[in-house]
């Protein structure tokens, strides 16, 4: 069975940093893409950053480029999501999400939620 | 602002067949794979279609998808009080090189 838990959030200050990590479960991790998708309070579906299965192919949001860093370790089964310079605006539940083929996301973990606020 | 717009909201009663659309551009659903999600409250997302058709594994014939140019449709049919959620589509942008996200449309069962 297919498993993808987040953890990592929490409460933090403006300008702060988190590191959200999604470990998984139930399939060869090594050989999927993985994404990370946040949802804000009460809003719609926002993709956030994808990553290849060898990491050679990384893409982000405009609204987080050059603040969040997402990363993956196949030999721990593990994705990573650093984000510095938080803003109030990336308050979301965060999802980390299977790519099952070009984009098409059929597993999604629980989330974690991030609140940024002074 | 979404690059892919949807209807906020439709209803329809049990038995009927309700359809969402989602509407794009040249760099993204006209030259892209299509996907639809549904989520509902309280939940994560589920990957309702992808590849345009596609259903996964579980997920109902209940539900198709199409693609008519810059245009996506999601049609649910004999539709039943478990399909209230809302649904997401979604699509590759070229021009931002981002995966886009629709407003969502919010699904009511009369």
């Known amino acids: 069975e297919v498993q993808l838990v987040e953890s990592g959030g929490g409460p933090v200050k403006p300008g702060g940093s988190l590191r959200l990590s999604c470990a998984a479960s139930?399939?060869?991790?090594?050989?999927?893409?993985m994404n990370w998708v946040r949802q804000a309070p009460g809003k719609g579906l926002e993709w956030v950053s994808s990553?290849?299965?060898?990491?050679?192919?990384?893409y982000y949001a405009e609204s987080v480029k050059g603040r969040f860093t997402i990363s993956r370790d196949n030999a721990k089964n593990a994705l990573f999501l650093q984000m510095n310079s938080l803003r109030v605006e990336d308050t979301a539940i965060y999802f980390c999400?299977?790519?099952?083929?070009?984009?098409?996301?059929?597993?999604w973990g629980q989330g974690t939620l991030v609140t940024v606020s002074s | 602002q979404s690059v892919l717009t949807q209807p906020p909201s439709a209803s329809g009663t049990p038995g009927q067949r309700v359809t969402i659309s989602c509407s794009g551009s040249?760099?993204?659903?006209?030259?892209?794979?299509v996907y639809w999600y549904q989520q509902l409250p309280g939940t994560a997302p589920k990957l309702l279609i992808y590849?345009?058709?596609q259903r996964p594994s579980g997920v109902p014939d209940r539900f198709s998808g199409s693609r008519s140019g810059t245009s996506a449709s999601l049609a649910i049919s004999d539709l039943r009080s478990e399909d209230e959620a809302d649904y997401y589509c979604?699509?590759?942008?070229?021009?931002?090189?981002?995966?886009?996200f629709g407003p969502g449309t919010k699904v009511t069962v009369l």
């Open positions: 139930g399939f060869t991790f090594g050989t999927n893409s």
């Open positions: 979604a699509a590759w942008d070229d021009s931002l090189s981002a995966y886009v």
């Open positions: 999400t299977r790519d099952y083929d070009s984009f098409a996301l059929d597993f």
């Open positions: 590849r345009f058709t």
């Open positions: 040249s760099s993204n659903i006209a030259s892209n794979y």
């Open positions: 990553i290849s299965s060898s990491s050679n192919n990384i």
